[in-house]
């Protein structure tokens, strides 16, 4: 028996979804970050494996033959030279072999996923706002352009992270009275349990604050721009066209571009409205013959669809 497992590792969770040769969904496991440039290799790939006993372990209590066969397809954030691919490659198989499993696996990117998971396919455009961003382009030849996806530090233009860090920017200019007083505050000092917005910096500057920690104060502006917040609505437009402008940069590099399927993938473009709004008039207007299209699937149900369908 044969069975397929997509396992999508982002910046703040991992998903890991497993088919049956009918590509039917039997079962779907999160855990923790397994970004290795978000939590460190050793954490990366101890969450890495953890997932992996959960998924077997769930497959086969299902398999009541032989045990089952695997092949494996890992779409991971922040892995993406050759090196990093073939090191969580060799992980994967040194697992199986250490746990006596019959499998393979291999290394996509969280683009070709999340693409696969909405389209079916691999080529179109994929724009990704969670934890990290990106802007990815494949041609039905199967040529392959990206713009942004460089990290916290580098890039990550209209993700959680750069969002979250201008709420934060933003509650402390509104406290010192650069900007507008903003619903943002009362949210962050309601959640954080503060009795001023003052406290944020022994929080915020305290070892061991993750990228994914910042990313999470994306919430509260999203929250309250939802509610026309003035100063949030502007740190969530001014965030969704910087992706945009990616976008734009990206669709221009190849004319089967000028007119493709575009899919809207991560967390941001799910929770806020304005977000996506916003990015797709910007990125509409300069190519009126795209089509956007909200994920359908998660990445991790795409990962496993190109687990059965791709051949390592
Ligand atoms: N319910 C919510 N409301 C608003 N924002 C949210 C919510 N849930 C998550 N987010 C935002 O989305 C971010 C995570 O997005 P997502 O789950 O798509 O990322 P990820 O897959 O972990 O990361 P990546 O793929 O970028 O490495 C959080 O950091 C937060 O900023």
Known sequence: MKLYLGIDGGGTKTEAVLLDAEERELACI????????????????????????????????QSSSAPPRFRIALGMAGVSTDEERSLI????????????IEGEAFVTNDAEIALTATLGREHGVLA???????????????ERYRTGGWGHLLGDEGSGYRIGLDTL????????GVYPPTAMTRLITEAHGYHTITELKGYIYQPGIKKQDIAH????AIEASASGDEVA??????????????????INKHASFHCADVVLSGSIFKHSAL???SFRQQVSAAFPQLRMHDALHTPAYGAALLAARRTP
């Open 217 to 220: 104060f994306a919430r509260y």
């Open 275 to 277: 977000f996506n709004e």
């Open 233 to 250: 609505c502007q740190v969530v437009e001014r965030n969704a066209l910087e992706l945009a402008g990616h976008a734009i940069t990206l």
């Open 169 to 176: 920017q933003a509650v402390m200019r509104s406290y010192d």
């Open 89 to 100: 490659t060799e992980t994967v198989t040194a697992y199986l072999s250490e746990k006596r």
């Open 30 to 61: 999160t855990g923790g970050s397994t970004n290795p440039h978000a939590v460190g290799y050793d954490t990366a790939i101890a969450e890495l494996k953890a997932i992996l006993d959960r998924s077997i372990a769930q497959a086969q209590a």
């Open 128 to 142: 990704i706002a969670g934890t990290g961003s990106i802007v990815f382009g494949c041609t039905p030849e199967g």
